[in-house]
């Protein structure tokens, strides 16, 4: 292999580690924003939680949940404004009851870059409490789609399927925070 080879080479492989890197941390802080309480500083409400989930996405982005489980419960969003839409309604204000504890745990990770675009698959991981004290421990296979945009890389696609939901003890956590003190300066 000549040194341009191999220059070459290199440069592939490195180019090839950042946009997995890139990938990790975009999917992470989706699921970042996605916790409640919103850990992010500065987010002022639901709404402007979302519009920070938004610019994750692809114009032309989908959010499925396929399987015997999640075909019916979420169904499948086609665009940037039906995405919204499907966020809009899970954090729709006057729910009751509302939830007070969402935290997302991933692992299994297996990421894939071709070019500009790149799939992902994880499980993850979530315990979910409500104000009423009902609570389920939720897990899911994701399997995402990615696209360079612009130099920046976006999710083209989210695609979740549950593995399984279980019921935890009522009110099985007692200390958690109202308000993330990470959104306090």
């Not at 989930?53 to 032309?60: A, C, R």
């Not at 086609?78 to 995405?83: F, I, K, L």
């Not at 007070?100 to 990421?111: D, G, M």
Request: glycine fraction near 6%; hydrophobic fraction near 40%; charged fraction near 25%.
């Amino acid at each position: 292999m000549t040194d341009q080879e191999t220059i070459a080479a290199l440069v592939r492989r490195v180019g090839a580690l950042e946009a997995e890197a890139d990938i990790r941390r975009l999917q992470a802080r989706y699921m970042f924003l996605c916790d409640t309480p919103c850990p992010e500083y500065g987010v002022r409400d639901d709404s402007h939680r979302i519009d920070l989930i938004m610019e994750l996405y692809t114009e032309d982005a989908v959010w499925e949940g396929v399987g015997e489980y999640y075909d019916h419960q979420f169904g499948r969003a086609e665009g940037h404004a039906a995405v919204r839409r499907h966020f809009e309604a899970f954090w729709e204000q006057g729910k009751d009851p509302n939830l007070v504890l969402n935290a997302h745990y991933l692992t299994s990770e297996q990421i894939h870059v071709t070019g500009d675009r790149a799939t992902g698959q994880w499980i993850h991981i979530q315990p979910w409490l409500y104000s009423d004290g009902t609570a389920l421990l939720r897990s899911s296979r994701l399997d995402n789609a990615f696209r360079r945009a612009n130099g920046a890389w976006k999710i083209s696609r989210t695609r979740t399927e549950n593995v399984f939901i279980a019921p935890l003890t009522k009110d099985f956590a007692d200390d958690f925070p109202s308000v993330s003190a990470l959104m306090r300066p």
